[in-house]
């Protein structure tokens, strides 16, 4: 821009001819520090604060920094003067209106050198006004006030907070002509400006005011150097915020987001965690709440434990996480109701359709006599996604599509075990005749890919495992068949060079026998206990009669006192030595 078309242009602000004025009294304030200076200060404090205001409605008129140093060239050198002296920020409207100058200045993106070194002055300013070093002037300032230090400084802090929160409050995205700027971009720069006080109590409010920011904007957003030092203060723990302050600090913050999801699983996974106790944990770690505000929150979360899930395919504890993490998650999106939500499928997009009202239909929801049925048609559903993964293998056509489908599928009934467990309850009262799609269901369960194609070798261990007991919880005669207790526990042994069938499968089936069987609670816990200490899973079985127990205390659960009853004993009879 020439030098003629900025004179053309600045004739048409009036507040470019009281520039050099007000420079010169700025220099002049900051020179001197007698009671006649205050005087004068405090005389023209009206008149600056109007200029301020004037000049804060052109700056932001202009549609970027370097065109509005362009036709305020002493602008820079005004602003600096006026924020290093006490007497004008010690002010509460001059101080604002300063604050919004200085965000109105900042550039979101800048484009060139100048507006670059401009961020960096205007970081440096905000940096002063907040901070509690103790120049002269200051401290002339505090002494004829008689205002404790600590005091001031903390009084300027919030005003400042105070502040920043009003201009983003203002901020709405209403650009009627592409020459003007968006107002929305005072959020980015108030987020900037906020990375120094990110650790200040007193910052808490407008750090709540920023996360919770409406965007409207596709030129609006948190600046990444914000969003990362709150992550790194959080992780600290140098940082309190409240519930929907943290669910919007994942839901705009992926490093967040995937750092509180790793922490839960290492937590909930720990050795000594119970199935209450991760119940406990996941419910009060805001995550299934976000999930349920966010889909995209909830497709993140999904994306890790499906990753997890690949690497730790037989780990009962991290099954047990998901499974506890979709219940709560979707007691927080009940909750959320009659609010409009997602629909599952934008919730589950991997996952078989048809498999979704099926597996999210809890037990309760349905009438007992209509279990049965219904876990037949979910098992036949499965059967026929692996038959068409073994049918593409031998064809050796779109073999990763088919893994993909069955994973998905198998993940979705991992998110829904409490359909395996009613299927392993089931099991007990079953006979020969019509127990084989439940164990399919069971056996699948807990041995999904079908390596080496073991599926259908450990299919017959888990038909062995339910005779056995089958016939063990059958019998009345005392003392118990040795031969059908010793060939059960023989299935619990690893076999090195044969496909072994999941030591949880065998100890599930065994729990529910002796919790729902009709043999003496005696015998039961005589059988239980023999198993568990010859076998040396008494941990394990213990971890399983405990989730049994979380699950029937649900609401709706099908249990009575003498189920809940005889789960007590088994678990004290585990816990007994030989």
């Known amino acids: 821009m020439t030098e003629l ?58 549609s970027s920094t370097t065109e509005t140093l362009n036709r305020l060239p002493l602008l820079g050198q005004l602003l600096g003067r006026l924020c290093w002296n006490p007497h004008v920020t010690a002010e509460g409207a001059s101080r604002g209106l300063l604050l919004q100058c200085l965000l109105a200045l900042y550039s979101e993106h800048p484009s060139n050198a100048v507006e670059g070194k401009a961020n960096q002055w205007i970081q440096k300013v905000l940096c002063h006004l907040a901070t509690d070093e103790e120049d002269g002037a200051a401290v002339a300032l505090m002494k004829h006030l008689a205002v404790p230090t600590k005091e001031y400084h903390l009084n300027v802090l919030k005003k400042m907070v105070t502040r920043i929160q009003e201009s983003i409050g203002n901020s709405q995205c209403s650009v009627s002509s592409t020459n003007k700027g968006c107002s929305c971009g005072s959020v980015w720069a108030a987020s900037e400006a906020c990375v120094p006080l990110i650790t200040c109590p007193e910052a808490s409010p407008l750090i709540g005011a920023l996360l919770q920011q409406q965007m409207t904007c596709i030129r609006e957003g948190l600046s990444e150097n914000f969003l990362g030092a709150l992550h790194s203060a959080y992780s600290r723990c140098d940082l309190l915020l409240d519930e929907q302050a943290v669910v919007s600090l994942w839901y705009q913050s992926l490093p967040s987001l995937e750092e509180a999801v790793l922490n839960l699983l290492a937590s909930a996974t720990a050795a000594g965690s119970t199935p209450s106790k991760v119940e406990e944990q996941v419910s009060k770690s805001l995550l299934p709440k976000a999930c349920a505000q966010h889909c995209s929150v909830f497709l993140v979360v999904n994306d890790i434990f ?85 049918d593409e293998e031998d064809s050796d056509s779109g073999n990763i599509r088919g893994n993909h489908k069955v994973f998905e599928a198998w993940f979705l009934l991992v998110q829904c075990a409490y359909w395996v467990q009613v299927a392993v309850q089931l099991l007990v009262t079953s006979g020969p005749e019509d127990c084989g799609p439940l164990l399919w269901l069971l056996t699948f369960y807990h041995h999904p890919t079908n390596r ?127």
């Open 5 to 62: 078309q900025v004179q053309q242009t600045t004739a048409h602000w009036p507040n470019v001819q009281e520039m050099p004025f007000w420079l010169e009294k700025a220099i002049a304030w900051g020179q001197t520090d007698t009671p006649h200076t205050w005087k004068d200060i405090s005389l023209h404090l009206k008149r600056l604060r109007d200029f301020l205001q004037q000049l804060l409605t052109e700056i932001s008129s202009v």
């Open 306 to 390: 499906r990753t997890v899930l690949k690497q730790t395919e037989r780990n009962e504890r991290v099954k047990n996480v998901f499974q506890t993490f979709t219940k709560c998650f979707f007691m927080e999106l009940s909750r959320l109701q009659p609010q409009p939500s997602a629909s599952l499928k934008a919730f589950f997009p991997q996952s078989p359709p048809s498999l979704l009202i099926p597996l999210f239909t809890m037990p309760s929801e349905m009438p007992q006599e209509s279990l049965k049925n219904h876990l037949m048609w979910v098992s036949s559903s499965l059967q026929r996604l692996t038959e068409e993964e073994e």
């Open 452 to 578: 080496w194609h073991h599926r259908a070798s450990q299919l017959v261990q888990a038909k062995a495992a339910w005779d056995h007991l089958y016939s063990l919880f059958s019998t009345v005669a005392h003392p118990l068949p040795a031969d059908h207790l010793q060939s059960f526990i023989s299935l619990l042994a690893p076999k090195p060079q044969q496909p072994s069938l999941a030591p949880s499968l065998t100890l599930n089936l065994l729990v529910n026998f002796a919790t729902f069987g009709q043999l003496p609670q005696s015998t039961s816990a005589e059988i239980t206990q023999k198993v568990v200490h010859q076998s040396g899973l008494q941990d394990e079985a213990a971890r399983v009669l405990s989730s049994l127990r979380l699950r029937l205390n649900d609401r709706g659960s099908f249990a009575n006192d003498r189920v809940h009853l005889r789960i007590e004993e088994l678990h004290n009879t585990i816990k007994k030595p030989m």
